[in-house]
């Protein structure tokens, strides 16, 4: 299938690594310019390194999502290095557990922070250069707990639907500018934010045994999900085969989520 992704330019937040860093690989396969930012310099800089290998032009610099100064300078550098923004992939963010009783205010401020308004930020800077283009493309990476609740993760429970309102509210304000705006709802998928927990709390277990254990619960499969098998589906979203397609919310969860 010819996506027809070849010389479009694609910013990627949280590119270092994980989920971020695959999506990135993927669209550079395809033949996009990629911007990425994260927060660790030497990790943003060796990942946009290593994407310079697939022969597009790569920007990588750090960037906190967090601070509106650097969203701004992040992504008005990207235009000037990629020459256009097409296509901007809303993934930096983490997990914050906790439950009503331990999330403090600060707790919930800085989940809002990096996982809603960095999506507003971004989007916000990216938005000019989208219709210049003539239209173009937010995939907003979230999380299934927005759909299927869990207390134990309450602050993402919470914060993720407002991030699916958020799409689905930009999808209708920018449909009669061509900007299709769709997004993908994880549901739990080996990267190194998971690789950390695993160390924590079960440093004597495979990551087999480990990862095992808290999917047989909850997700039909029965196992963590791949970066790559998040990374088709987001740049298929990106490309010209999907271009009825916005306000969607797609889950990649292996089943996972209680609902229609
Ligand atoms: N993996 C899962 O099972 C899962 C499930 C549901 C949702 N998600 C969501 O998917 C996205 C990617 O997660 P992941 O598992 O790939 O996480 P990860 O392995 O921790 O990678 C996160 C990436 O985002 C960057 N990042 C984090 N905070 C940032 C900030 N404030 N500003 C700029 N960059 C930042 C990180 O680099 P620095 O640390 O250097 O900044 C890194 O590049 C997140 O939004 C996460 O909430 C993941």
Redesign the pocket.
């Known amino acids: 299938m010819d996506l027809g992704l070849q010389g479009r330019a694609a910013v990627v937040?949280?590119?270092?690594?994980?989920?971020?860093?695959e999506i990135a690989e993927e669209l550079a396969r395809e033949g996009c310019g990629i911007a990425i930012?994260?927060?660790?310099e030497e990790?943003?800089e060796r990942a946009g390194k290593e994407l310079s290998a697939f022969g597009v032009t790569v920007y990588a610099r750090?960037?906190?999502?967090?601070d509106p100064s650097q969203v701004r300078e992040f992504i008005a550098e990207s235009a000037e290095a990629l020459g256009g923004i097409d296509i901007l992939v809303n993934?930096?963010?983490?997990?914050h557990p906790g439950n009503f009783e331990t999330l403090t205010d600060e707790d919930w401020r800085e989940d809002l922070d990096?996982?809603l308004f960095?999506m507003i930020r971004c989007s916000r800077e990216a938005l000019p250069h989208l219709r210049a283009r003539g239209g173009g493309r937010i995939v907003n990476?979230?999380?299934?707990?927005g759909k299927y609740p869990d207390p134990r993760f309450f602050a993402?429970s919470v914060d993720?639907a407002a991030c699916l309102a958020f799409t689905k509210t930009l999808a209708a304000q920018l449909g009669p500018d061509n900007i299709l705006v769709n997004s993908v709802?994880?549901?739990?998928?080996?990267?190194?934010?998971?690789k950390n927990v695993h160390q924590r709390l079960g440093p004597d277990l495979t990551e087999d045994e480990f990862f095992g254990r808290l999917a047989e619960a909850e997700v039909p499969l029965g196992r963590?999900?791949r970066?790559d098998e998040v990374s088709g589906i987001v740049a298929f979203l990106c490309s010209d085969r999907a271009s009825y397609i916005t306000g969607a919310s797609i889950d990649v969860a292996g089943g996972m989520g209680r609902y229609l």
């Open positions: 937040t949280g590119g270092s690594k994980g989920l971020g860093r930012c994260a927060r660790h990790e943003v750090p960037a906190d999502v967090t993934n930096a963010g983490r997990a990096v996982k960095s990476i979230n999380a299934v707990y993402t993720r709802n994880i549901g739990f998928v080996v990267t190194p934010q998971w963590f999900g970066p």
